[in-house]
């Protein structure tokens, strides 16, 4: 059988719905929280050089940039052919050669493909203070820009590692000289670079936006982060926790000119969003329930950007929900059990690295507009999935609640 002749087959049977196998992404530096329900055995299953399993990642085209021992294909979804057998194919695969079929007709004309992916950030530690570029700089180096949310699910966070506040951008108060000096002495010593910049503590169910171009320094609270289709940044903090971070991740991403023109890759700030009197208020996402009754909840936690969005759905116990959606996502499922369609869909209490999973899914576009039904099998136990949408979702709310604002 031709894979085409596969992902259809395993289209038509999944009623419009694809069942993705998890992937699991090491990182080689840093801790790892320990959050992704993956065995206590496993989160070294790459081997030590390639540090801790620290990111889960969904409904991914896209590979990660983790340097020369990544296979080419690291971060990168499969779909699974069936829980009796081994044959899986990428979702990239699935959709380059089905396409609208897949992702609707709006997707493949402005983007090609699917252009957002989504992951959880796991880390112990706090993560070093870093920039996505903007897309002007990561045209420069053949990549693409990564503006990102996030949205901190209380059913992952059973502790909140070892810093649970998150720093954006820099006190309205501080000049570009101090920065700029700071990126200087990169190599003379810890530069704490962090003492310019201004933490908010993270409060569970809520959310951010982070524009690319604004330098963050994520908390170490497991994180949901719906993002565009890209990993590139340049890291501004040299010391975290103890660990030291080579100036090559501060320029990685620069042109070969350019590495030591501190204009340049102070350049790669968006000054005035980094600087905002007003960040929280701008980009603070609080949660916007769209619908609560006696038997389901449905809420955006990701939304009011141009690139993607995400919800947040909690079934009641024995209760069922049918829902339509404008535009093709992938789904996690974050706690409970049930039936998604024709699916089995359950929140894992503990997977091992390469094992199939329950709880990951891809809707079509067209499934998703004719609406699926969620039924919670459990007596006494919410089921709670998050939704990831691309940029076309046509109810993605495009302001913050005024309450809020």
Known sequence: MSNKALIEKTLERGGG??????????????????????????????????????????????????????????????????????????????????????????????????????????????????????????????????????????????????FNATYFGFDPAVKPEQVKQRLRDYNKGDTRITELSRAYRVELGTGWYTPAGVVHAPASVLTYEPQWNSDVNSVEENVVSGEIYPRDMLVAECPPDKKDDIDYIFGLLDWEKNVDPNYKEHYFRPPVTIVSNKAYTEKWVSYANEYFGAKELTVEPGQSAALNDGAAYGLICVQGHGNLDNHTIEAPTLLRFGQQSSDEFFVSEASAKKGVTLTNLSPVEPLVILKHFGPNHPEMPKTVPPDFA
Not at 70 to 99: H, Q
Not at 138 to 161: D, I, M, R, T
């Open 17 to 162: 719905i694809f069942r993705l196998n998890p992937t699991f992404v090491p990182r080689p530096f840093g801790k790892a929280g320990r959050r992704l329900k993956l065995h206590p055995d496993d989160y070294y299953a790459l081997g030590l050089m390639r540090g801790s399993i620290k990111e889960r990642w969904f409904a991914s085209t896209v590979a990660a940039q983790n340097g020369p021992l990544a296979p080419s294909d690291e971060g990168m979804s499969y779909i699974s052919a069936g829980y009796d057998r081994d044959e899986k194919f990428t979702l990239k695969e699935a959709v380059d050669l089905l396409g609208a079929q897949i992702v609707g007709e709006d997707l493949m004309r402005k983007y090609g493909g699917w252009p957002m992916y989504a992951k959880f950030f796991d880390f112990f530690n706090p993560l070093f203070h870093h920039v996505h570029l903007m897309f002007e700089h990561a045209a420069k180096v053949g990549k693409l820009a990564k503006p990102e949310s996030y949205y901190f699910p209380k059913q992952l966070n059973n502790h909140p590692g070892e």
